[in-house]
Every structure is written in C-alpha cells, then in structure tokens.
C-alpha cells in the first residue's frame, strides 16, 4: 500500500499544485458531480485545469484583479470548480457563500451580504441570474465593496483559448508567492456575524500536509461528500485536500442529502469511496431515517475512515451508527472524531484511523464543576468522546481565565496553535486581537486533556450549534425586537440538546403581556415566523411576564442564567410549548 | 386538495394548531417545516399510512400537493 507523501516545495501554490496533479494523473477523477438518479458528471484533472484556464481568462478579461475577493453563490453545479480554480489561476480570492434557502426573505439575505461586503471587502458577486434582482442593488449603494455581479453559468467559451490571455493569467499565476492569500472563508454563522479568514496558499498546502498525513491518506483514497462547500469543513476536508492531494472528491449536493440521506452511502457504495466526514447530527440522521429497503445491497466495506467533526461528537451517535452500518460491511473502526476551525484552516487534532475512538465515563457533576472525575457507582453518568490528540504542525493547550495553561483533567478554554493558522480577520483587528494572544488562537471551546487526548464538551461563547451550523443568538434576538407582543431587548435565544437528533435545536425565552393561552399561541406563530425570516427553526419557545428575565452584570437579560432557570425550574408563571 | 389526516400528521409533527395548506404551500411557508423535520414527517406519513416513499421519488416533491398526490398514488387513490 503507498504511504502519504506530500512534498510542498515541488508546487507551492494551489494552482501549481493542481496543476501538477494534471500532468501526472491526468485521467484520474479530480472531482464526481453527483446528482441523484442521473449519471454523474466527471472531472478529470485534465478538463478540470483545461476548463479552469478558460474561466480565468475570462476572469482576466472582466478586470478582476489579483488579491480582489470573488463571491461565490452558486447552486450544486458541476461548473463550480474550474470556476473556483480558475479565479484562484488569475491571483482573486474565491469565498464560497452559501446560497439562500426560500425560507430567508430576500431583504434579509440582502442585507446580510451587504453587512458581509463591507466586513470582509468583497468585490464582485459571481452567482446565478436568479439572484440578480436581491444582488444587483446592492452594487448602486453608497459605500459598496461591490463593483460587480456576473453569472458565469451563462458564460460562453470559444474553442479555442486566447492564447495573450491565457499567457497574461499563466504569468500572474506563475508569480503567485506562498505566501499570498488564496481564499477567503467565513467562520460558520449567521448573517453579518461571520468573521472572515483569509488564509495563504502556504497555510493551506501545510495543512494538506498535516492533516492528509493524520489521515494517512493514500493515492488510492476517494473522498465522498455532502458538506456544502460554504463551511470550513466542506471546503477544506472534502474539496481542497483531495484536489491538492490529486484523489478523487465526489461531491453530493448538500440540499439532495439532507431529504435523502440514502444517497452518501449508495455513493460510498457505488464508487468504492474510502473516506467520508460528517457533523454528529448526520450519524444519527443515517441511522434512523433511511428505510431498509434502500439499503439492500449496498456496501461500505471500503470505508477506511469516516470523521465526526463540526459539533460537538456524542457516544451514542456512534453508537447507532455502527449498529445500523455494520451489516453493511461498515468497519466499526472506521469512525474517528476532529476537532478544529477555520481559524486555524480546518483541523487541530484527530483520533487515530483505525483505532478505537478513546471515550471516559465521567461524573457529569463534577464535570460541570470544572474537573473531569471517572464515574463511580454513584455517579450520574456523562460519555465524552475524544476528539483526538494534535495533528503536526498544532499545539494545543487547556488554559483558565487569565489564559494560564492547567492541569491534565481540569475543564478550560482551549487555545491552539498551527502550522495553518489564519493572520487574522480581515479588516476587524479588534475581534482578532480578541482571540489571537502571542500566536494562540483562543477557541471559546471548553474541554479537557486527558492522557494527550483532548475532549471537546462545550463551549465559552453562547453559539447554538444545529445540524453543524454555527448559529449566533443575538441574530435571533435581534429579529425579535420587532415581533407583535414581545418586549422589545427581553428576548435570549438559547441551544436545547436534541438527543433524537444528536444535535442542538433552538429555543428562545421572551417576555410578553400576553395573558391568555390563545394570545400566547399567536405570540409564538409570531416567533417562529421572525425565526423563518432569518431562515431560522426555533423548537421551543417559552413565554414570560414582564421583568421575569434575570439581568446580566451587563444589564442584558443572561442567556445562562436563564436557560438554566427555564431547564431546571417548574416556575408556574412559564408558559412552553 | 390536502386531505385532513395528511394534515393531522404534518401538524403534529410541527407542533402546530393549524395552518392553511393549499396544493402549491411549500416547506420554507411552513412554521417549523425545515431540512430535518422534513425527514420526521416524512417517516410520519410512512408510519401513518403504512405506506414506503423511495428516496428519489421524495427528490421530486415540490409542494405539499405533490406529496398528497404521492401518497395517493401508494394508497391507489
């Protein structure tokens, strides 16, 4: 079997390492455009660089510059990536952006782009003619970043390149440093919170190096996907990696999987894939919503590693996981578990593929207190799972609240290192000093060291992770202020576990004057319609009197003080459905 | 038209007192009616009815129409 081998220094930039894939495997499979129930379409390295050359003339024609950030809307689309690659040729910055669910009102969707513009200094918007409407407006406002919106679904190439053209990109290709920036990723959330990271075509390729290595990754290995390419995890694990690498990636469109999650397994199966990531929601998801019958005959025998990343990664998940897959010839060994961020490219640590996944039972209230103690007869019992030990390139570090390093099997913040690490938000030095601190990056994630093997059990930051989308609580409680029979300001939105699911699920606590069972229920259609408006399912609602909230020493109603009131609490005056 | 008990099921499922479906209401119009519990109707319907949807044909659901006609189809309505 070949072993991981990655020599940076031969193709030190993206483009020149895809394109060296080219020259040497230039009929294998770079990517597998896969659409249920029709054909799928391929990519070889070959057509991918060819196609990838026309787009970034084109790009060059339009004017775009290099180092300029290219937007990218675009629906599951097998034209997508010689696009993404051929705005990388000409020295832009692709930045994938996911494209709006019908459930986001366009006003909404518009002006969370317009918020992101200006954050993180797009440039142009490259998407479909079905947004024109929602994104042409916002080039005209005073003080856009935009300069322009294209359709490069539309776009038309003639057979033969422009040779001058191609030759101008292939020179501006040619002088892109390492150290340049190469795209531009959002830290997953909501609307105008997210934070954009540039990260360098050298941090990229180590992380490659890196992470390919902890995966022990192979010529032979075939990635297969769903995640949407809008998230760090999509973008790096499942697209960037195996096109650097020069594997196969096939990509599943994100929107078929999530109403037919049969469809990562027949992938899995049909195109003997070996290597697979998911967040945890998906594990149970696959467990129990596929019939039987769609099953039959499939086989996941060549699935070497599937890693859980993203949200935080439950025992139990797992477990129905293997109990369902194993007749299936899934390899319950196969599961490993990864902890990371975009800050620091994707990964931080990885359990070891191959090897049991290490798991503690601890006592859940000493855990909450701070000290991870192994459960006795008495205890009431919680089951974290390891997120692995660091990859190369990666420190990692428990620390308290002055940032001081503790001890192995006390609960702190952890703080990370890397090989890969990101230079900071873009244009948001405040937020960057925030977290950054003499080359650690400081997650908000709290968790424990135990025997080198890291644990992930919550979080410092009050984000809501559902289904392996970061959502922020105070984009919910904004959209609030404005509801009919709510108190505007007296609003917290909150994450509920969903263990069903293996997810979280979102509730809000809102004050109201509302008196009558019949009122209360029009206040929380009203609640779950402002949540839809920002493309939001709130799950629980629960309604209060006026001054019930308890006020942080900020004076703003406490998100963990409440929740913790409303979980514990059989308070009459709380009205919950 | 949507009948009653496909009706019945979709709001329980969203926790719902009621909402006005019409052939042509899709998901997104819908209080609660996201990618996940999209699957849990579903399974609801199949539960409900005793009836199997495939996977590819749940693709092609447009509207809460398509899926009573759907539905129909399996009950050899």
């Not at chain 1, 097998?78 to 990388?88: A, E, M, T, V």
């Not at chain 1, 229920?521 to 399912?537: C, E, H, P, Q, Y």
Request: glycine content about 6%.
């Amino acid at each position: 079997m070949s072993e991981f081998n990655f020599n940076i220094e031969e193709a030190p930039t993206l483009w020149k390492r895809w394109k060296l894939n080219s020259e040497r495997n230039p009929d294998r499979d770079a990517i597998v455009h896969w659409v249920a129930g029709q054909e799928p379409f391929r990519w070889t390295y070959k057509n991918l660089i060819d196609s990838a050359k026309r787009f970034s003339v084109k790009i060059r024609e339009l004017g775009i510059k290099p180092g300029e950030v290219c937007a990218t809307i675009i629906r599951h689309n097998p034209k997508f990536y010689p696009l993404y690659l051929g705005i990388s040729r000409a020295a832009a910055l692709p930045a994938v952006l996911a494209y709006p669910n019908p459930r986001l009102h366009p006003d909404k969707f518009r002006q969370g782009l317009e918020g992101m513009a200006l954050r993180s200094g797009l440039d142009y918007i490259l998407t479909e003619r079905e947004l024109e409407p929602i994104v042409k407006p916002l080039i005209e406002k005073t003080g856009s970043t935009i300069k322009a919106v294209y359709f490069p679904l539309e776009w038309e190439f003639n057979a033969e390149l422009d040779s001058k053209l191609d030759a101008e990109v292939e020179e501006v290709a040619s002088k892109t440093k390492d150290t340049d920036p190469m795209l531009l990723q959002h830290s997953s959330g909501t609307t105008g919170l997210q934070k954009p990271v540039v990260l360098s075509h050298r941090a990229i390729l180590c992380h490659v190096k890196n992470l390919g290595a902890a995966l022990k990754l192979t010529e032979k290995d075939k990635i297969a996907s769903w995640l949407p390419l809008y998230h760090d995890f999509g973008l790096i694990a499942a697209y960037q990696i195996p096109l650097a690498y020069g594997i196969t990636s096939i990509q599943i469109d994100p929107f078929e999987w999530v109403l037919a999650p049969v469809l990562l397994p027949e992938v899995i199966s049909k195109e003997k894939a070996t290597t697979s990531f998911s967040p945890n929601f998906a594990y149970n998801v696959l467990a129990e919503k596929i019939n039987e019958e769609e099953l039959e005959g499939l086989d996941l025998s060549s699935l070497r590693i599937i890693v859980n990343a993203a949200e935080p990664i439950r025992h139990d998940s797992h477990e129905k996981f293997i109990a369902r897959f194993k007749k299936y010839g899934l390899n319950p060994l196969a599961l490993a578990g990864l902890y990371g961020m975009a800050e620091v490219t994707l990964g931080a640590t990885l359990t070891e593929p191959g090897k049991p996944i290490p798991e503690l039972s601890v006592d859940r209230n000493e855990l909450s207190r701070g000290i991870m103690k192994l459960a006795n007869k008495d205890s009431v019992l919680r089951v974290c799972v390891s997120s692995g030990q660091p990859i190369d390139g990666c420190k990692l570090k428990i620390v308290d609240e002055n940032r001081n390093e503790i001890e192995d099997g006390l609960v702190g913040e952890v703080a990370v290192t890397s090989a890969s690490m990101f230079d900071g938000y873009r244009n948001y030095p405040e937020k960057t000093t925030e977290v950054v601190a003499n080359g650690m990056y400081y997650s908000g994630d709290y968790g424990f060291r135990w025997k080198g093997e890291y644990y992930i059990i919550g979080r410092k930051k009050d984000i809501i992770i559902c289904a392996g989308k970061n959502i922020y609580p105070e984009d919910i409680e904004d959209v609030m202020n404005n509801v009919d029979g709510l108190i505007p300001g007296r609003t917290i939105a909150f994450g509920l576990e969903d263990v069903d699911m293996g997810t979280e699920v979102v509730a809000v606590v809102s004050e109201t004057r509302a008196e009558t069972d019949e009122d209360k229920n029009k206040v929380r259609m009203n609640i779950l319609k402002a949540g839809m408006s920002i493309d939001i399912i709130i799950h629980k609602v629960y309604l209060v009197p006026p001054r019930w909230l308890i006020k942080s020493s900020s004076g703003k109603p406490s998100r963990k003080a409440n929740k913790e009131r409303l979980i514990s609490g059989t308070d009459q005056l709380v009205w919950s459905r | 038209m949507i009948s009653k008990e496909l009706k019945e099921v979709i709001l329980t499922q969203l926790n719902l007192d009621d909402f006005d479906f019409k052939d042509e209401t899709i998901a997104p119009e819908v209080p609660g009616w996201d990618s996940l519990n999209h699957i849990n109707i579903i399974l609801a319907v199949e539960e409900k009815f005793k009836v199997k949807f495939k996977s590819y044909e749940l693709l092609r659901l447009k509207c809460v129409g398509d899926l009573q006609k759907m539905l129909d189809s399996k009950l050899n309505k």
